[in-house]
């Protein structure tokens, strides 16, 4: 399996701390609406220039890993 934490980083001074692309100003959760809409992979690279091929990979692995809000759990209300 890809491993995403390689591809995507997080930066506060970038896109409010949203998750990107390494190297891109392009959100994780963009590369999996764009997938969700039915866009091709090609179709997602020529609309972010800035991605590569493993970008979307990546946001695929990031997607089906159950522990990537392990850091972060939900609040339980009473």
């Avoid at 692309?21 to 039915?38: F, K, N, Q, W, Y």
Wanted: glycine content about 6%.
């Amino acid at each position: 399996m890809t491993d995403w934490r390689a591809l995507f980083t997080s930066d506060p001074k970038v896109l409010s701390g949203q998750l990107c692309a390494r190297g891109s100003r392009v959100p994780v959760t963009a590369i999996l609406d764009s997938l969700a809409e039915g866009a091709s992979r090609d179709e997602i690279l020529t609309s972010y220039p800035s991605l590569r091929p493993e970008h979307i990979e990546g946001a695929l692995a990031y997607a089906a890993d159950p522990s990537r809000g392990a850091s972060h759990p939900p609040s339980t209300k009473p």
